[in-house]
């Protein structure tokens, strides 16, 4: 079995998502993990020359050149990473209501078509059967309920993202209020830490 641990953390010790992915990872029994920072190893957005190279080999299924495959070959990386694992689990903080800039790159490098999705007959499926997913997400604010509900769009697109590249079980915490009091901050990162390890134990039968 192997575990990708992916997180955009950039306030370090400081940050409560890596608070929860540090829960995560040390409840993981009999599996290789392989973590990808993405603060270190920032993805590649498509540009002019990327996406024309994706189009050509990916949907018209045309030979690229050497150039071009050298062009995609961090977005290449990047999903043999995410394909070869059983579990994923993706960490990153709120950034204005929706996913930091890094890891919606990191959606999009991975996301490729042929790879972990495809379509026929102008219908899309996923090819990610079988595997897990754990979007863990750490907010200022309160995003469960009013007035703020329809403002949440980071944790909600990373499932989404999941589930259109068809993985089995996808499962996603908010750890919400982390600009509220002390004592709010503690109860509710002691719930979300809770619940990451409990899916954690599930998951590596522990």
Request: aromatic content about 10%; overall charge neutral; some cysteine.
């Amino acid at each position: 079995m192997k575990t990708l641990l992916v997180k955009y953390t950039p306030r370090e010790e400081r940050s409560t998502s890596k608070k929860l992915l540090d829960a995560f990872r040390n409840e993981i029994k009999n599996s290789q993990i392989e973590v990808l920072d993405l603060c270190i190893d920032v993805p590649d957005m498509f540009d002019v020359e990327s996406m024309s190279a994706y189009i050509h080999r990916n949907y018209l299924k045309e030979n690229i050149s050497d150039t071009q495959t050298k062009v995609l070959k961090k977005m290449d990386a990047m999903t043999q990473q995410i394909k070869s694992a059983d579990i994923v689990v993706v960490a990153f903080p709120m950034h204005n209501f929706s996913i930091p800039a890094p890891v919606k790159a990191w959606f999009d490098s991975v996301m490729l078509k042929g790879q972990t999705w495809d379509a026929s007959d102008g219908k899309y499926f996923g090819l990610m059967e079988g595997k897990k997913a754990l979007v863990l997400v750490s907010t200022g604010g309160f995003y469960t309920k009013e007035p703020m509900m329809n403002w949440e769009h980071a944790m909600s697109l990373a499932k989404l993202e999941f589930q259109f590249m068809g993985f089995s079980d996808i499962r996603a915490i908010l750890n919400e209020g982390m600009n509220a009091g002390d004592q709010v901050q503690s109860e509710n990162l002691g719930k979300s830490i809770d619940a990451v390890r409990k899916i954690a134990k599930e998951w590596y039968q522990n």
